[in-house]
C-alpha cells in the first residue's frame, strides 16, 4: 500500500512558478513509475508528466514541454513538479499518482493521491 500527499498549490499570476511536491508513504516508492495528471472544471482527468522509478527516464504531455520539470528523490520518498511560466489554461487540480506501467492513461494508476489546487490568474 502507498499513500500519497500533494502540496504546494496556490493562487499565482500568470508568469510565476509553483513547486507541487508529493510525498509518498511506503518501502516500495522506488519500484513505481510516478505521474502527474491534471483536473479542470468540467474536463476529464488529464495526464501532465510520468517519470521512471530510477529517476531516469521523464515524459511530458506537449502543452507544459519546455515549462514543467518532473524529478524524484528516492531517498525522501518524494516526487516533484516544478512549473514556471504558469498560464491561466494550467489551473486545475493536480494529482500525483504511483502507475502500474509507464503510461498517460489515469486507469493506469494504481494509488492517487487526494490532490492540490493550482489556480492561475491572467
Known amino acids: 500500500q502507498v499513500q500519497l500527499v500533494e502540496s504546494g498549490g496556490g493562487l499565482v499570476q500568470a508568469g510565476d512558478s509553483l513547486r507541487l511536491s508529493c510525498a509518498a508513504s511506503?518501502?516500495?516508492?522506488?519500484?513505481?513509475?510516478m505521474g502527474w495528471f491534471r483536473q479542470a472544471p468540467g474536463k476529464e482527468r488529464e495526464f501532465v508528466a510520468r517519470?521512471?522509478?530510477?529517476?531516469?527516464?521523464?515524459y511530458y504531455t506537449d502543452s507544459v514541454k519546455g515549462r514543467f520539470t518532473i524529478s524524484r528523490d528516492n531517498a525522501k520518498n518524494t516526487v516533484y513538479l516544478q512549473m514556471n511560466s504558469l498560464k491561466p489554461e494550467d489551473t486545475a487540480v493536480y494529482y500525483c499518482?504511483?502507475?502500474?506501467?509507464?503510461?498517460?492513461?489515469?486507469?493506469?494508476?494504481?494509488?492517487w493521491g487526494q490532490g492540490t489546487q493550482v489556480t492561475v490568474s491572467s
Open positions: 499518482a504511483a502507475l502500474l506501467f509507464s503510461s498517460r492513461n489515469p486507469s493506469d494508476a494504481k494509488y
Open positions: 517519470i521512471s522509478g530510477s529517476g531516469d527516464y521523464t
Open positions: 511506503g518501502r516500495t516508492f522506488s519500484l513505481y513509475t
